[in-house]
């Protein structure tokens, strides 16, 4: 008997046809997204048949085996032995000297695949890329083109943004947006977590923020301003034990999760629960059209501030001028930052009305007694010295675009929203900045001009945020280096379900993974790769906005 002519061991090093199985296999196309930097496609197929073996670096992260089985055995029914036990082999090795962020090489012969980084993540994003590698579904056997890919990413902030206070989302679909996520190479989640309408984080010290303003009387129907409301209680937080397993498992993808606790606008959740918050605790939270009954019925007995109920920008802010409004906020990132371990914190500072502080005696004090000449430097003295406190605990701010008026804070990042322009001006003023502009980043727009559900309208499709490029025009080799990603916004107030979120949200997010991770444009290539990503999209179980919809 021939095939017994060879010792076990030498005919998996030499090759997995030859020994095992010779029923010829073809190989799976290559359609990676993000696009890799080069990829050299080989002669030859390596063929993997019901088990695999792995061989990782003995002193590496239990999770990143943990990961690496779990996603063989589920999503493509593959036993997992250690060493080099099975027919095919998957190896992993760290190496000193790559260069690029995160780099990494993936070289897949006949008789095995081995992903080589510098470090644990790039041996996560190598790995991403082998499992692009192989069809989307089940089979027998499974054939992986030979190739040499070598990969690093264009910029370090890649981006996804959640709105959690708009609609809620509990911890299966967190943890599966942040699955999304890796398998596209994101590297951040920014984690909406306070809003008009919902504060979504449980702090111990304000148990109210929770107890009351995690939840609202009802929910305006339709579009803005709505045909009505559906007076029905709506809400939810996470407690710090969530928080901290949702840290744990995006940790485990290594993803860093971002958060934010909006100021010293969008504090209406904030300000039912401590109405002192406000520069005028005795005034009733203004809710123009389609009020809940609830929210009537709660007023008429006193409690005049309630959670918002419908959406858009609101005049009820944190008050600049009274110190317990700073003590309170401190307290609240206190506790923030201690629970995530992220460098960075996002405290918001979007679309703050300047009504109330016009008018408060508290404020216009603080104003005099600062020198401040206008409402603005008044925000920027807010935002400067929540700045100031979260730096003492090792943090550096995140911010929107509005925090440049007035004056920027010392050290703070900003995230221009507004354009452009925001990232432009923090990058010339050496700050560092994110793109996220309205033109191309925000996945809560429709993506075809014939959206037939209700969204909060405009219109950004596939191409335009495939054909986006971070950097700004204009600025210097020097200045663009300040320009550290972008991210794509998702805002929640017409995304009820998660199969809401999902249809928004892919495949645009695809394109977006691309635009961040890669310095290449082909659009007519990405739209070929589609067709494969869709079928992951069914692996995944995402329900992506239909293909043939796209326009
Ligand atoms: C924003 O969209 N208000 C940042
Ligand atoms: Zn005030």
Not at 102 to 110: K, N
Not at 361 to 381: P, V, W
Not at 431 to 447: E, G, K, R
Request: hydrophobic share 35%.
């Amino acid at each position: 008997m021939k095939r017994f002519l060879f010792p076990l061991s030498f005919c998996i090093s030499i090759s997995i046809l030859s020994c095992s199985d010779s029923t010829p296999v073809t190989p799976e196309p290559i359609n990676i997204i993000p696009e890799p930097v080069s990829v050299q496609a080989q002669e030859g197929v390596l063929k993997i048949k019901k088990s695999i073996s792995i061989s990782l670096p003995e002193d590496i992260s239990s999770h990143l085996n943990a990961y690496v089985n779990e996603v063989l055995s589920k999503s493509y029914g593959l036993s997992t032995t250690k060493g080099s036990t099975a027919s095919a082999q998957l190896q992993f090795e760290l190496k000193e000297g790559m260069t690029g962020i995160t780099p990494y090489e993936l070289v897949i012969s006949d008789q095995a695949a081995k992903i080589i980084a510098g470090e644990e993540k790039g041996l996560f994003y190598g790995f991403q890329t082998f499992l692009q590698l192989f069809p989307a579904e089940k089979r027998d056997v499974y054939g992986l083109p030979a190739v040499n890919i070598q990969d690093h990413a264009q910029f370090e902030y890649r981006g996804l943004h959640l709105d959690v206070s708009r609609h809620f989302f509990g911890l299966d679909f967190i943890k599966k947006y942040i699955d999304l996520l890796a398998y596209h190479k994101f590297s951040k989640f920014h984690w909406h977590l306070t809003d008009d309408q919902g504060w979504r984080i449980e702090i111990k010290k304000y148990p109210e923020l929770t107890d009351t303003g995690a939840y609202r009387n009802g929910t305006v129907i339709g579009r803005y301003p709505g045909t009505g409301n559906d007076n029905t209680r709506y809400g939810g937080y996470y407690t710090h034990e969530q928080v901290k397993e949702v840290l744990a498992y995006a940790a485990s993808r290594y993803i860093e999760v971002i958060p934010e606790i909006e100021l010293p606008g969008h504090a209406s959740a904030a300000i039912a629960a401590y109405p002192e918050l406000s520069c005028f605790p005795q005034q009733p939270t203004v809710i123009e059209q389609n009020m809940s009954e609830g929210s009537r019925q709660q007023q008429a007995a006193g409690r005049i501030k309630v959670v918002q109920e419908t959406w858009g920008v609101f005049d009820d802010v944190f008050c600049a001028g009274k110190e317990s409004t700073f003590e309170f906020l401190e307290n609240v990132l206190a506790e923030v930052a201690e629970l995530f371990p992220s460098k960075y914190l996002h405290i918001g500072g979007d679309e703050c009305p300047k009504t109330h502080w016009k008018k408060c005696a508290a404020c216009q004090k603080r104003m005099k007694e600062n020198g401040l000449k206008d409402e603005h430097e008044l925000q920027s003295y807010f935002v400067t010295r929540i700045e100031k406190f979260l730096n003492q605990k090792g943090k550096t701010i995140i911010g929107w675009d509005e925090i440049l008026e007035g004056g920027l804070a010392p050290n703070a990042i900003v995230m221009s929203w507004r354009g452009q322009e925001g990232g432009r001006a923090a990058a010339r003023m050496q700050h560092f900045a994110i793109m996220t502009p309205t033109s191309h980043s925000y996945l809560d727009y429709n993506q075809t001009e014939k959206e037939d559900s209700v969204t909060i309208g405009g219109f950004i499709s596939l191409e335009k945020v495939y054909n986006y490029i971070p950097v700004p025009d204009s600025l210097s080799e020097a200045q663009a280096k300040f320009i550290m990603g972008g991210q794509g916004n998702v805002w929640t107030e017409y995304m009820h379900y998660p199969s809401k979120v999902e249809y928004m949200v892919y495949p645009r997010a695809t394109a977006l993974s691309e635009v961040l991770w890669s310095t290449k444009k082909d659009y007519k290539r990405f739209l070929e790769k589609m067709n494969t990503q869709y079928k992951r999209y069914g692996l995944w179980s995402v329900n992506a906005f239909p293909a043939q919809k796209l326009n």
